[in-house]
């Protein structure tokens, strides 16, 4: 399997070939990121194909040698804000399982309570947008604080700061319903 950066630099040569390959590495992960981010699956395939629409009308900006992902992860989450600005706020609407990001289960492992599950992305919907995307970055895609930074165009301290309230956030108010539960 050839590295994102060398397709591209083919693609940005004029190989189609590669950016069907480029395609088929990146469009599955970064559909599950604007899945998150939008909270909508229909919303999200849209602004996946929006995405590389930008992304083949910028190819000539692409700085040959420099890693792909985050230039293509930032121009997904452009393209997510934009898209929230026009819509001038995101929807959330977690009572609908068509609009909850796919979650692959283990064999042998067993799902979580489809009530906590959804008092989690109801959290996490609560929170503000850019507190939003660092804790989806970091914990949910697994994205290091510097690489969550480079897609996000901030830096890492700021993406530090962004994740901890973030964190802090869903903690109190994951927090405040099992303290009504208990009582």
């Given at each position: 399997m050839a590295e994102p950066r060398d397709l591209m630099a083919s693609y940005v040569d004029g190989d189609a070939s590669a950016f069907r390959e480029l395609y088929a590495q990146l469009a599955p992960r970064l559909l599950g990121y604007l899945v998150k981010m939008a909270r909508s699956r229909p919303l999200a395939e849209d602004l996946l194909q929006q995405t590389f629409l930008k992304v083949h009308r910028a190819r000539s900006a692409y700085i040959r040698g420099a890693d792909p992902v985050p230039w293509i992860y930032a121009i997904a989450h452009r393209t997510f804000i934009d898209e929230a600005r026009k819509q001038k706020r995101?929807?959330?609407?977690?009572?609908?399982?068509?609009?909850?990001?796919?979650?692959?289960?283990?064999?042998?492992?067993?799902?979580?309570?489809?009530?906590?599950?959804?008092?989690?992305?109801?959290?996490?919907?609560?929170?503000?947008?850019?507190?939003?995307?660092?804790?989806?970055?970091?914990?949910?895609?697994?994205?290091?604080?510097?690489?969550?930074?480079?897609?996000?165009?901030?830096?890492?301290g700021a993406m530090k700061v962004r994740a901890h309230r973030g964190y802090e956030a869903l903690r109190s108010l994951l927090g405040a319903r099992s303290a009504k539960e208990a009582g």
């Open positions: 995101a929807v959330v609407d977690a009572s609908d399982p068509e609009t909850l990001p796919d979650v692959a289960v283990e064999a042998g492992e067993s799902r979580a309570d489809p009530d906590a599950v959804k008092h989690a992305l109801d959290a996490l919907a609560k929170l503000p947008e850019a507190q939003r995307e660092a804790v989806v970055l970091t914990k949910l895609d697994g994205k290091s604080v510097a690489e969550a930074a480079a897609i996000a165009g901030t830096t890492v």
